[in-house]
């Protein structure tokens, strides 16, 4: 067996489970494994523009009606992921995985507090709740 093993490391293994293995400890190996992966970099989309609200990610920079919109680091980055792609329904792991990192422990609540703050200082119409999945960033007309 430790034959096995260490073929199996030479050959580009990280790990090596033996059987019959636990599906607990399984799960955990594997979440442990994509903690350590690299996060792919984003791209940043240009400037967007929506009638009335504009945010440029390139310059952490965001106004409504002209006027410049005052927003922490991790609230400007969660209105550009949003609004990087409206009408798209972004879970509560995506967005913590995007915005936060899989590294980072979060409370439960991070994200609703940062929304709520969002739609404080953007208005409610914009960022909708998708009950049991997540958040969505609407166009107005």
Known sequence: EDYSQV??????ADDYITKP????????RLKALLRRRPVPEQEVPS???????????????AEILGKVIELPRKEFELLSLLASKPGKVFTREEIMDRIWGTVVIVGGRTIDV???KLREKIGDNR????????????TID
């Open 7 to 12: 073929a199996g490391f030479e050959a580009g």
């Open 21 to 28: 293995v636990k599906p607990k400890v399984l799960t955990s």
């Open 47 to 61: 400037k967007m523009e929506f009638s009335d609200l504009i945010i440029d990610p390139e310059r952490y920079h």
């Open 114 to 116: 940062h929304i709520r």
């Open 127 to 138: 960022i909708k709740t998708v009950k049991g999945v997540g958040y969505k960033f609407e």
